[in-house]
């Protein structure tokens, strides 16, 4: 027999008390769903752009599997800093997040634009990213953020561009002299390779190129792609658009994150960010193929000339590019690590696929009669 505050009343003591650690252990995980971490996630380009509809696609990804635990606010360039400052609000936790290229940050180390818009290599922006997936990319990326340059960043590299036009022009290139001494807008190892063939080059923002080309600060100028180029406004000033390029042929969008503030999220959170990169990756492809050949057939009823860029300057692209990854690989140690590393991957892929792929030009002329 036990008294009322002897080991009955002790052991109904004891049970209370684990039984409400219990209930507290099984409540947590619902506390910490109840609070969203709410995300500033700015991109670098204006809000009309598709690349900004890209940035709001991946979000939108993360916000709907991530739940009531995670939301990302997308705001366009400016919204908090210029494109350009993207990168320094990110590593300073001013913003969370954001999207953008690694091209945009070549002036701090020209080896960040290998993985944005890495040389022609024979390969396309798919076969640039299996690199940075299987072929050590994402290692040599995360050397070059976290050791070389010492940024608190996490980053992704998705969304595979379609090569990209030669651009906008007052008047068509016609040959690689033309580019001697014209004033041509690009961005990242583009810029060498445009001194490289004689034009003076200059450094601009998306939201910045139409304004210059229309006061003729610049001659010619290259943003993307058929639909960013349409709603930026180049069709108003001018009629005269060349495709097909080697300046920027396989480019893929980086997005980024503080690392602090990233380390900090639960496994699960990271791997939604993760997949949802990788999964807005492929939409992103599918979703430029139908937009960019539309928009590329309405810019012909505004008046616009389609011109393909002439074999000879192609030519002289590939020239220059050799010359390029001579000069950049002497001065820049670790510029050389990485485009060692993306030329022997591009060889064996490219021996693979060459072998493989019969030549859809000519199942395009047969079938399609283009």
């Not at 990169?277 to 979703?287: G, P, R, T, V």
Request: glycine share 8%; charged share 20%.
């Amino acid at each position: 027999m036990t008294t009322k505050n002897g080991a009955s009343g002790t052991r109904r003591s004891v049970m209370k008390t684990l039984g409400v650690a219990a209930a507290a252990t099984v409540a947590m995980p619902n506390v910490s769903r109840a609070q969203t971490l709410n995300w500033k996630f700015q991109s670098t380009w204006p809000t009309k752009d598709i690349f900004h509809e890209f940035a709001q696609d991946f979000a939108k990804r993360v916000n709907e599997m991530a739940g009531n635990r995670l939301k990302l606010e997308v705001l366009p360039a400016g919204a908090i800093v210029p494109a350009f400052q993207m990168q320094d609000a990110v590593n300073a936790g001013i913003l969370d997040g954001g999207h953008g290229v690694c091209a945009y940050w070549y002036g701090k180390n020209k080896a960040f634009s290998l993985f944005g818009t890495p040389p022609a290599l024979g390969w396309d922006a798919n076969g640039f990213l299996s690199w940075m997936n299987y072929g050590g990319g994402y290692d040599l990326y995360n050397e070059l953020v976290g050791s070389i340059m010492k940024l608190n960043l996490v980053g992704f590299l998705t969304g595979p561009m379609p090569c990209q036009p030669l651009g906008w022009f007052k008047k068509p290139v016609t040959s690689a002299d033309d580019f001697k001494g014209l004033k041509y807008r690009t961005v990242g190892l583009a810029a060498d390779l445009m001194r490289e063939m004689g034009a003076a080059v200059t450094i601009l923002a998306g939201g910045e190129i139409v304004p210059a080309l229309e006061r003729g600060v610049i001659d010619g100028a290259e943003f993307n792609n058929p639909t960013s180029d349409s709603l930026l406004g180049f069709p108003d000033v001018s009629k005269a658009y060349m495709l097909r390029s080697f300046h920027q042929d396989a480019e893929a969008f980086e997005i980024i994150f503080n690392k602090g503030k990233f380390d900090a999220l639960p496994a699960e959170l990271k791997a939604i960010v993760k997949y949802s990169a990788e999964s807005a990756s492929s939409d992103m492809l599918w979703k430029a193929l139908d937009r960019y050949s539309k928009d590329m057939e309405a810019l012909k009823s505004r008046g616009v000339q389609i011109i393909e860029t002439p074999t000879a300057v192609l030519q002289a692209q590939l020239d220059a590019w050799g010359k390029v990854i001579e000069k950049l690989s002497a001065e820049n140690a670790f510029f050389k690590k990485v485009v060692d590393s993306q030329i022997t991957w591009a060889r064996r892929m490219r021996t693979y696929e060459i072998a493989n792929t019969p030549d859809r030009l000519m199942a395009s002329k047969s079938i399609l009669k283009i």
